[in-house]
């Protein structure tokens, strides 16, 4: 049997320091710091956890030991932005939870199953449409449509022309859903992009959204609600080349069993989500491209219940939170686990608002055809007693 060499000496910088005074005095704590998650399994940002370390500990030292335990198991996932950096990410449980109830839930087996239990099909397909809707109201109303709920799903319902820039905006994004089902069995090229753009933007404003035309400078900025900017995406220059590198990525078939960089179609689409969210690579609506794609992505691998599950219906009530998951990702050298963490806690919500949906659907369907049984046989008892009378 071969021996494992001898280790003589050691040569990495964060452990030499826990050796020396004062570190050495506390070594016991600063070693219960060496693994990805806080006591409670979360995956937080260097911001929340300085707060949560025992007083007297060195930050920065012990989020050198924190950083080492996640950078052992992060996962490649693709290059982005100029100059290049890898994107990585780290399979969290809720991560892990997620994958397993879209997996159960959401597939186009699952939606065939689900619609089946239905009895009053006619009933459920208005909920099926009134649940597409939500999606297009509030992914236009997360980039700041001012139209109500009931106002916009009666223009889609009615399918009126729009009347102002924000039922504008609505409809765009209600065509730019169905684009993506539409095109679902397409490979994403960057011609596509482009054409998702036009479909959501078109005719809103021209002049301010350019659609299906990229940038072609670096003024485009990403700002906070006090005008701050927070994001400045990689430069106009080069966009093009990337967006083709973003998608020859994506029509890489990762979740085949056998392939060896096998990844989860859920986990593909939060990236592609993110990377185009980084890219901004439109004047405006490139929030509604992005998610969309998402949409898109999800629906290419046959998880066709999305087409009814709004995510942006709860994005839209944590705006903040949604910006941050960029921020934390694009500050911590591009740990995309961050965006795919709040992803994941926003999409088990969302298809679990759907499953009820569905529950309550089956129920109501379940009593009308008790009712009509029951009617049947009373209607049956009184022909057979009329009968021997």
């Known amino acids: 049997m071969k021996k494992p060499p001898a280790l003589k000496g050691r040569t990495d910088p964060v452990f030499d320091l826990l050796m020396r005074a004062p570190h050495n005095q506390r070594l016991a704590d600063y070693l219960a710091l060496l693994k990805p998650f806080d006591d409670q399994g979360r995956y937080l940002p260097f911001e929340a956890l300085r707060y949560r370390w025992a007083a007297g500990l060195d930050a920065k030292l012990c989020w050198a030991l924190v950083k080492k335990a996640r950078v052992a198991q992060y996962v490649d996932l693709l290059p982005l932005g100029e100059p290049v950096q890898w994107a990585r990410y780290l399979l969290t449980p809720l991560a892990q939870r997620t994958l397993s109830i879209v997996d159960r839930q959401t597939t186009s087996a699952a939606l065939d199953y689900m619609t089946s239990q239905i009895g009053e099909r006619a009933h459920f397909s208005y909920l099926l449409n009134d649940l ?19 106002v916009a799903k009666d223009m889609l319902k009615r ?30 090229s960057v011609e596509l992009i482009c054409a998702m753009h036009r479909a959501g933007v078109e005719g809103i404003d021209d002049e301010q959204y350019s659609p299906g035309v990229f940038r072609a400078n670096d003024e485009v900025v990403v700002q906070d609600g006090a005008g701050n900017t927070v994001h400045r995406p990689p430069p106009a220059t080069g966009l093009v080349v990337r967006l083709e590198r973003l998608s020859e990525w994506i029509n890489v078939a990762h979740e085949l069993p056998h392939h060896k960089n096998y990844l989860r179609p859920l986990i593909k689409a939060i990236t592609l989500h993110f990377a185009l969210g980084y890219e901004h690579p439109f004047r405006d609506g490139n929030g509604r491209v992005a998610r969309a794609l998402f949409y898109w992505f999800m629906f290419k691998n046959e998880f066709a219940a999305f087409r009814y599950i709004a995510i942006s219906l709860l994005l839209r009530n944590a705006p903040v939170k949604y910006g941050r998951s960029y921020l934390h990702t694009e500050a911590d050298e591009l740990d995309l686990t961050y965006f795919i963490e709040f992803q994941c806690s926003v999409i088990v919500r969302a298809v679990d608002s759907f499953d009820q949906a569905w529950r309550k659907n089956v129920a109501c369907s379940e ?12 209607s049956g008892c009184s022909f057979c007693t009329s009968h021997r009378n």
């Open 132 to 150: 597409i809707e939500d999606e297009a109201i509030a992914s236009s109303q997360l980039e700041g449509a001012a139209t109500t709920t009931r």
């Open 159 to 188: 399918q009126r022309q729009p009347r102002t820039p924000d039922e504008r905006m609505v409809m765009g994004n209600y065509r730019m859903m169905n684009f993506a089902w539409e095109k679902r069995y397409e490979p994403l």
């Open 367 to 378: 009593e009308v055809e008790f009712s009509r049984r029951e009617k049947w046989v009373r």
